[in-house]
């Protein structure tokens, strides 16, 4: 009885080892390795650079020279303005993708207008009108008229145009008279300046030498005013104002005129004895001259 019992244990024991030492199925274990194995993180997809905008167009400008010198041969000048734009995205020169208006500008000073009318059939100054200050010399130049590429509200803005020239009227002469009487003494001052060749205006006198290369002569009178000259240009592009540039210019007497001119306005008394000894002494040069040619 207990060999039975002890046979029973052995095979007992026997068939547990054995069923514990069974491989497993391959296909099983795959899937075990599959469930159990943690999946390893994907590097992070790199990200597209940002776009970048279109670089905004600018205009570089210069003036061929800051000074000009007034002397007793001064007969006249030009000014040189050139340019370039940067970051154009014009295809040619000839392809008027830009336009370009280029400003010489005097110094503002007072200015008188006299309104003649008919008194007693003879023409008379009738009214006055005083502006504080008006540009002593104005002149425009640009790739074509300016109506054809910018507004009027644009031009009045910037000052740019003979119609938009600033032209600051003193109070005592502006309550005087009406918004159509204001027009039109405006208007004479134009004209005025105009027959004077110190209003001037070039439609396209501005040339484009390349994609972003530029260029303009403004021609300065004889009689222009010395003092300071602003050079202003401005860069535009169906319709919109883009950039604009400013540089200075100055006309100043040298030599002998200069000297005169300090003379007279700083020493004005001893300036008017000496104007009238030399003229006393050329009086009687030129008397003993003409005696002597008498005899």
């Known amino acids: 009885m207990m060999m039975r019992r002890a046979a029973l244990v052995l095979m007992t024991l026997w068939i547990v080892a054995a069923g514990a030492a069974e491989p497993v199925n391959a296909g099983e274990g795959a899937v075990v390795a599959q469930a159990t194995k ?37 007969s006249g000048a030009e000014i040189l303005v050139f340019g370039a734009i940067e970051n ?17 500008e005097g110094a503002p000073e007072p200015l008188m207008v006299r309104k003649k009318g008919r008194v ?7 009214s006055t009108f005083n502006f504080n200050a008006v540009p002593s010399y104005y002149a425009v130049a640009s790739t074509r008229p300016l109506e054809e590429f ?24 502006a309550v005087r008279v009406s918004s159509e009487d204001l027009v039109a003494f405006k208007d004479a001052v134009r004209r005025l300046k105009q027959s004077a060749d110190l209003f001037k205006r ?7 030498t390349g994609r972003s290369l530029f260029r303009a002569t403004i021609s300065l009178p004889a009689t222009v005013p010395v003092g300071p000259l602003t050079a202003r240009v401005f860069l535009f592009h169906e319709g919109q ?13 040298e ?17 008017g004895i000496v104007a009238v000894l030399l003229a006393l002494i050329t009086g009687l040069a030129a008397s003993a001259v003409f005696r002597r040619r008498g005899t």
């Not at 030599?255 to 300036?271: D, K, N, Q, S, T």
């Open 120 to 126: 007693a059939g003879l023409w008379v100054n009738t």
């Open 241 to 253: 104002l883009l950039s604009k540039y400013q540089a200075r210019v100055v006309l100043e007497r």
């Open 150 to 173: 910018a507004d009027a509200a644009l031009l009045e803005e910037n000052a740019l145009g003979l119609e938009a020239v600033r032209m600051s009227a003193a109070a005592d002469s």
């Open 38 to 74: 943690k999946p390893k993180p994907r590097p992070a997809a790199p990200q597209p650079p940002p776009l970048q905008p279109t670089a905004q167009e600018r205009v570089e400008a210069d003036v061929s020279t800051r000074t000009i010198a007034i002397t007793s041969g001064y």
């Open 88 to 104: 154009s995205r014009q295809p040619s020169a000839e392809s008027g993708f830009y336009d370009v208006a280029v400003v010489i």
């Open 202 to 208: 070039a439609d396209y006198g501005v040339i484009f």
């Open 255 to 271: 030599g002998i005129e200069r000297w005169l001119y300090a003379f007279a306005f700083e020493r004005p008394f001893l300036y």
